[in-house]
């Protein structure tokens, strides 16, 4: 769990910018508001579904590239350390750099999918995040034009610990391709 003392040891020992405040509402699992302030930043997210997604008030929307070999993929470990889940994860990103474009890690679930949002990278794969670390987000991508998968290229499911997000469904499906997908404990 997120306390605020964590959140001031982010900010001020370790003087990571990409943190961030991610709060979403879903109505019967489907998320229909976002709002991921990220104030060190200086950016400030907000989507409300069938009515766009924005960035400091600018409407957002998603790169127009189509292929995996040249996009910038978001990826990151997450926090769990047993060994094969690691290995899979390991092998997962081995697969990503052989077949995208670059890949990045900021260590925030929310602030990496407005990435994608706002089109400046093309996808984002973790599993072991939580609700509460996509809820927000999911309905900014999905307003910017984005889609939101699990892993394996099925539907989401919030409560998975699991997320695929992409500028469009033909990325996102690539990418559910090349890599293996982690069952986690639910939320």
């Not at 976002?34 to 924005?54: C, D, H, R, S, W």
Request: with cysteine; hydrophobic share 45%.
């Amino acid at each position: 769990m997120i306390t605020w003392k964590s959140i001031l040891l982010i900010l001020y020992v370790f003087r990571v910018p990409h943190t961030c405040i991610s709060i979403g509402m879903a109505i019967n699992k489907q998320p229909v508001l976002g709002v991921v302030n990220a104030p060190i930043l200086g950016e400030m997210y907000t989507a409300v579904k069938g009515q766009g997604a924005f960035c400091n008030g600018t409407k957002i929307s998603v790169s127009t590239i189509s292929e995996l070999n040249r996009s910038v993929v978001i990826l990151e470990g997450g926090t769990s350390r047993v060994p094969e889940i690691l290995k899979t994860k390991v092998g997962n990103i081995k697969a990503v750099i052989e077949n995208c474009h670059g890949i990045r890690c900021y260590g925030s679930a929310a602030i990496n999918m407005c990435y994608v949002a706002r089109g400046s990278h093309e996808a984002y794969m973790e599993h072991g995040i939580h609700v509460w670390d996509i809820a927000a987000g999911v309905v900014i991508l999905e307003e910017a034009g984005g889609v939101v998968l699990d892993p394996s290229g099925g539907e989401l499911d919030l409560m998975n610990r699991r997320v695929l997000a992409g500028c469009s469904r033909t990325v996102a499906e690539q990418l559910s391709a090349i890599t293996q997908n982690i069952d986690m404990e639910r939320d």
